[in-house]
């Protein structure tokens, strides 16, 4: 009897502290996938000819200057909408795509 209740308060102090150690990572999470939201924002700004209806694919090195983030984008891929297609009387666009590997001496293979 007295194993079993050391099982069960060893049971109930692992549980607790397993809580206590995720607390705080909700908010930390969210936080980051908002400041991440906003360097994809600015990073698509700086591309020059984007599609008005479609896709785009980017991958950059972010440095940061003076405290504001700086993009080098080295490989662009866009995909826009600019075809249809007929499917029982129904028209479905489809897209075109660009693809674009920007060479620069900062880029690491």
Known sequence: ???????????????????FSWAGNKQMVE??????DELNKEAVQQIPDLPE????????????????????IYYKKTAEKDG????????????????ETIKNDQQDN
Do not use: C, H, W
């Open 53 to 72: 209806n479609g896709k785009v694919d980017i991958k950059a090195r972010v440095t940061y200057e003076k405290k504001k983030p700086v993009f080098n």
């Open 31 to 36: 936080k980051t996938v908002e400041e991440l």
């Open 84 to 99: 249809s297609i007929n499917f029982n009387d129904q028209q479905q666009k489809t897209p075109s795509q660009n693809e």
């Open 1 to 19: 009897m007295k194993t079993v209740s050391i099982f069960i308060l060893l049971a109930v102090f692992m549980s607790g502290s397993y809580t």
